[in-house]
């Protein structure tokens, strides 16, 4: 069996959060990031759609952490569209080093007169968009892991080019003081799917089928044909069907 999948997943725990997504493709949101390069962790916030590149075999305890709705898409249509595997750095290993000191260099000290960055200095941080540690703490719904290992998540990203919006990242301190403006930035971002990209729709447990299937007739009447609605209902799988089956 292979170690990844052809299909890249997007769980949310929250229902009505699925069917905006099946309603009006995902909308990029900032999220909170937090990377110990060398010494102290560093945390900002990143416009972003993330998913997981794990097969359906073995997602039991990506559900239980992240939550029990998700959508999966073709990784064709990942390439398409863009998005790029998630680099997971150790710390303290000579590429965090490394990457650290080139970002100081290249970004933090050498900004334009007018404290802008060049299109070139972007490019240097935009890598920090991508890089997640290899091994730190997960704290999801109150519960922290310790030493959790994120790159069993094989996650991959998409992140908005910078030279759409130029807030590539926010630092912590400066999201806390002006979050909503940020978030306005991103209002009308969407990352954009089509009923030959979706694999899987994946929802609680098996009373909800009959919701969803009236939501994708309801949402998607007028932009999908009725054949594509159809095949999409075959689609939908549980939670509780890839936990007991899977």
Same mark, same amino acid.
């Given at each position: 069996?292979?170690?990844?999948?052809?299909?890249?997943?997007?769980?949310?725990?929250?229902?009505?959060?699925?069917?905006?997504?099946?309603?009006?493709?995902? #909308?990029? +949101?900032? &999220?909170?990031?937090?990377?110990? +390069?060398?010494?102290? *962790?560093?945390?900002?916030?990143? *416009?972003?759609?993330?998913? &997981?590149?794990?097969?359906?075999?073995?997602?039991?305890?990506?559900?239980?952490?992240?939550? @029990?709705?998700?959508?999966? $898409? !073709?990784?064709?249509? %990942?390439? @398409?569209? @863009?998005?790029?595997? =998630?680099?997971?750095? %150790?710390?303290?290993?000579?590429?965090?080093?490394?990457? @650290?000191?080139?970002?100081?260099?290249?970004?933090? #000290?050498?900004?334009?007169?007018?404290?802008?960055?060049?299109?070139?200095?972007?490019?240097? %941080?935009?890598?920090?968009?991508?890089?997640?540690?290899?091994?730190?703490?997960?704290? #999801?719904?109150?519960?922290?892991?310790?030493?959790?290992?994120?790159?069993?998540?094989?996650?991959?990203?998409? =992140?908005?080019?910078?030279?759409?919006?130029?807030?590539?990242? =926010? *630092?912590?301190?400066?999201?806390?003081?002006?979050?909503?403006?940020?978030?306005?930035?991103?209002?009308?971002?969407?990352? !954009?799917?089509?009923?030959?990209?979706?694999?899987?729709?994946?929802?609680?447990?098996?009373?909800?089928?009959?919701?969803?299937?009236?939501?994708? #007739?309801?949402?998607?009447?007028?932009?999908?044909?009725?054949?594509?609605?159809?095949? $999409?209902?075959?689609?939908? $799988?549980?939670?509780?069907?890839?936990?007991?089956?899977?």
């Amino acid at each position: 069996m292979p170690l990844s999948a052809n299909t890249l997943i997007h769980f949310t725990d929250e229902k009505e959060n699925l069917k905006a997504i099946l309603q009006e493709n995902f #909308r990029v +949101f900032n &999220c909170r990031e937090e990377v110990n +390069f060398t010494k102290g *962790p560093v945390r900002y916030f990143v *416009p972003m759609v993330s998913f &997981c590149d794990i097969p359906l075999s073995e997602i039991k305890a990506h559900i239980s952490k992240y939550g @029990r709705y998700g959508i999966g $898409l !073709t990784k064709e249509w %990942a390439v @398409r569209n @863009r998005l790029n595997p =998630v680099l997971y750095i %150790a710390k303290g290993s000579h590429l965090a080093e490394s990457y @650290r000191d080139a970002f100081i260099h290249y970004t933090a #000290r050498s900004k334009r007169r007018d404290g802008k960055l060049t299109d070139e200095q972007k490019s240097v %941080a935009d890598i920090v968009r991508y890089i997640k540690n290899y091994e730190a703490d997960l704290t #999801r719904k109150g519960t922290t892991i310790k030493n959790y290992r994120f790159s069993d998540e094989r996650e991959w990203r998409y =992140v908005p080019p910078f030279k759409i919006v130029y807030d590539m990242f =926010v *630092p912590q301190d400066q999201y806390e003081k002006e979050g909503q403006h940020f978030d306005d930035l991103l209002t009308d971002l969407r990352l !954009t799917f089509e009923p030959n990209d979706i694999k899987y729709i994946i929802i609680n447990d098996e009373d909800e089928i009959g919701e969803f299937i009236d939501h994708l #007739r309801h949402t998607k009447g007028n932009k999908y044909s009725l054949h594509d609605i159809e095949r $999409l209902t075959t689609r939908i $799988l549980t939670s509780a069907q890839i936990e007991q089956d899977i």
